[in-house]
T-cell receptor
Framework: ETGVTQSPTHLIKTRGQQVTLRCSSQ?????VSWYQQALGQGPQFIFQ???????GRGNFPPRFSGLQFPNYSSELNVNALELDDSALYLC??????????FGPGTRLTVL | GESVGLHLPTLSVQEGDNSIINCAYS??????FIWYKQESGKGPQFIID?????DKRQGQRVTVLLNKTVKHLSLQIAATQPGDSAVYFC?????????FGRGTSLIVHP
């Protein structure tokens, strides 16, 4: 186990709704990255937070947003859900830019 | 398009055989490469990494080879076990964000 936890494990939403996913980083890690993994694909980088500031963003629209808290846990928020947002959402924590350790993911289904 | 990719989507081996999973990348500025293993229902698990100033790195039963000339890296797993069955991803990190390929599914037959 990596010590990275995510909640919830599974989630079902309908198109147009909003969702918040949560991640607790490994103890001592100050950086959290979020990824979207569609079925049969590799993880796609959404954004990264370092010491509560967004530190890089992938090719995702602004309706994907996030937060990092003083204890370095993090949230991923997705507004106006679309069917194509159905995927496994992974967070990974690291100390600075060192090796990233992934959580088990949240499986989001949008109907 | 993707900057990393794997040559085969599925690799089937017999238990005890050696497995070789290949990966090509296109960004010649990439200086750090990582292999991850992802079992069903789990997040990717770090296996081994290699920096561009190295050609080879060994871990426990795994070896990563890097050929910068042809922008190719491989993951070799010795004495493959049923527990090695998973999807394997190579990722390159040109900046600080890993870019993943699609993955190769390794199936180990007893």
């Amino acid at each position: 186990e990596t010590g990275v936890t995510q909640s919830p494990t599974h989630l079902i939403k309908t198109r147009g709704q909003q969702v918040t996913l949560r991640c607790s980083s490994q103890s001592g890690h100050n950086t959290v990255s979020w990824y979207q993994q569609a079925l049969g694909q590799g993880p796609q980088f959404i954004f990264q937070y370092y010491r509560e500031e967004e530190n890089g963003r992938g090719n995702f629209p602004p309706r994907f947003s996030g937060l990092q808290f003083p204890n370095y846990s993090s949230e991923l928020n997705v507004n106006a859900l679309e069917l194509d947002d159905s995927a496994l959402y992974l967070c990974a924590s690291s100390l600075d830019s060192d090796t990233q350790y992934f959580g088990p993911g949240t499986r989001l289904t949008v109907l | 398009g993707e900057s990393v990719g794997l040559h085969l989507p599925t690799l089937s081996v017999q238990e005890g055989d050696n497995s070789i999973i290949n990966c090509a990348y296109s960004n010649s500025a990439s200086d750090y490469f990582i292999w991850y293993k992802q079992e069903s229902g789990k997040g990717p698990q770090f296996i081994i990494d290699i920096r561009s100033n190295m050609d080879k790195r060994q871990g426990q039963r795994v070896t990563v080879l890097l050929n910068k000339t042809v922008k190719h890296l491989s993951l070799q797993i010795a004495a493959t076990q049923p527990g090695d069955s998973a999807v394997y991803f190579c990722a390159e990190r040109g900046s600080y964000i890993p870019t993943f390929g699609r993955g190769t599914s390794l199936i180990v037959h007893p």
